[in-house]
């Protein structure tokens, strides 16, 4: 008898299979197959039992806090856009108006350029920040100076780290820098 292509396709994934039941029922460490007869009378297949079922979670002011603290920096994040959004609809309308003069339009492509570049560096401490280990973090940036609001109580330590963080980032000074840690 002859197997064409289907057929050794249709094997070899039946053993892939059989392979994948053998080493989950291997890691799983239970040493009883899933199937058969169980030596607990008042186990039965396809009934439901909670696992671990020891933990109970309470909601605790600590987490509520962590809750909160989250919302205000997704809403600080959410007001930043929207403030972004707003100017740059004015800037799209200078651009639009025909009437506007050169300068104007000059004017108003350097503004919108001048906050793309503040957007990257923004994501970038942001994006730094969390890579240092601190969970949220929101950066303000203008040409002039920079505010960083991150959550913790900040040590001395700390406040280096994201200063470093910021100066790499935006060229500015040490002096050009608010450091904000939330309690």
């Known amino acids: 008898m002859k197997f064409g292509r289907k057929q050794l396709v249709l094997a070899s994934l039946v053993l892939a299979l059989g392979a994948a039941v ?11 197959l899933p199937v058969g007869e169980s030596e607990d009378a008042s186990s039965q297949l396809g009934a ?19 809750a909160n603290t989250t ?8 007001s930043r856009q ?8 004015l800037l799209d309308g200078v ?7 050169s300068d104007a339009k000059k004017a108003a492509v350097e503004e919108a350029s001048a906050m ?18 601190y969970a949220e973090s929101v950066a ?6 920079c505010s960083v609001v991150v959550a913790g109580d900040l040590q001395d330590s ?6 470093e963080i910021v100066i790499e980032q935006t060229g500015l000074t040490a002096d050009r820098i608010k450091i904000i840690g939330t309690k």
């Open 48 to 66: 439901a039992q909670l696992v671990n079922n020891a933990y109970v979670e309470t909601v605790s002011d600590d987490l509520q806090a962590k």
């Open 71 to 78: 919302d205000m920096f997704a809403e600080a994040r959410l």
């Open 140 to 145: 303000y940036i203008t040409a002039e100076e």
């Open 158 to 163: 700390d406040m280096l780290i994201v200063q």
């Open 22 to 32: 053998y080493l989950n029922w291997q890691f799983a460490g239970t040493n009883k």
């Open 116 to 133: 793309a570049q503040n957007i990257l560096k923004e994501t970038n401490v942001e994006n730094l920040l969390k890579a240092k280990g």
């Open 82 to 89: 929207n403030s972004r959004d707003e100017a740059l609809e």
């Open 95 to 101: 651009l639009a108006d025909v009437e506007a003069d």
